[in-house]
């Protein structure tokens, strides 16, 4: 598999948030709530240093709900503020706005007493592509204000989103890019779609799906493709047996491989096996 890591645009993205930090006075760390430590830059903490921020495990509608609320409490309880919400298909407002107070509080009472009183929260929102920054935006501009999609290095001039009373959000988010030194955060990157779908082969990334399938979901893999499998099978095995009911051949009745892997890949994407959480607090992750 090959392994990227983007020096030269890390040390880019880092300089430009680093600028966008000295404006805010709290942090959104956005991440996909399926793969919430994957989906994280592991030099976040280090760019942000001490400034508060509120970690949003964002796509909850994606993810399986009770392992959501397990990441929650694995967060709380090493003292991160975390919310999960879905930007897409429900109201985030106040849930963002409280966290943000919640993260502030103890600034904000440490300038009241050195006389320094500021009404409203400035806030930057942050996170690597594609784990939903700009819908996060727009939901909470609620008027398109900014484009979804990823553009790094696109620079226009900043503004600031009025969030609910006291909360006021840079438009533009910051962007910090994947790393995926271990095989396996390239591979949930890949199936989430944090990532492009040249950048790990995807028969790597279909073989990933489908064991995790095995293992987690297989009444509803079986169910999906209407195929009694082998639990104990060949997981090569599957990709024959997926093209053959699907009639899935090329010229000299060939299984078409290519279309059963990106078949494979669009179902998890799309939701065919349900919601889908990838990874839990306790699995070791470096
Ligand atoms: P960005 O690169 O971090 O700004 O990500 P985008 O805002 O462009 O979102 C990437 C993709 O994820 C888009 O197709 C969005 O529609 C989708 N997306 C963002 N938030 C959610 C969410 O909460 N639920 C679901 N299902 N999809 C989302």
Request: glycine content about 6%; aromatic content about 6%; overall charge neutral.
């Amino acid at each position: 598999m090959v392994i990227q890591w983007f020096p030269g645009h890390m040390a880019k993205a880092r300089r430009e948030v680093s600028e966008q930090l000295k404006k805010v006075d709290v942090v959104f760390e956005i991440v996909d709530a399926r793969i919430p430590e994957s989906s994280r830059n592991p030099m976040m903490e280090d760019i942000i240093k001490h400034k508060p921020k509120v970690l949003i495990l964002n796509k909850s509608d994606l993810a399986e709900r009770d392992k959501t609320k397990q990441w929650i409490r694995h967060y709380e309880s090493q003292g991160i503020i975390a919310i999960e919400i879905d930007s897409i298909h429900s109201q985030i407002t106040s849930a963002i706005e409280q966290a943000a107070k919640r993260a502030t509080t103890n600034i904000f009472e440490r300038n009241e007493k050195k006389g320094i009183h500021k009404e409203t929260i400035r806030a930057l929102i942050l996170g690597i592509p594609n784990v939903g920054k700009s819908t996060v935006i727009n939901t909470l501009a609620k008027k398109g204000a900014a484009k979804t999609g990823n553009k790094p290095g696109v620079t226009k001039a900043q503004q600031w989103i009025n969030v609910g009373k006291s909360l006021q959000l840079l438009d533009t988010p910051g962007i910090l890019w994947p790393k995926f030194e271990r095989e396996d955060i390239g591979l949930k990157l890949s199936l989430t779609g944090a990532i492009k779908d040249d950048i790990i082969h995807l028969d790597e990334v279909a073989i990933f799906a489908l064991n995790y399938l095995i293992e987690h979901k297989y009444e509803t893999l079986c169910e999906h493709y209407k195929i009694d499998f082998d639990r104990d099978g060949e997981v090569i095995d599957y990709f024959d047996q997926i093209g053959i009911k699907r009639g899935m051949k090329m010229k000299g009745n060939e299984i078409n491989y290519e279309l059963v892997i990106e078949t494979i890949i669009r179902d998890v994407r799309n939701k065919k096996f349900g919601p889908i959480t990838l990874e839990l607090p306790n699995d070791e992750l470096s």
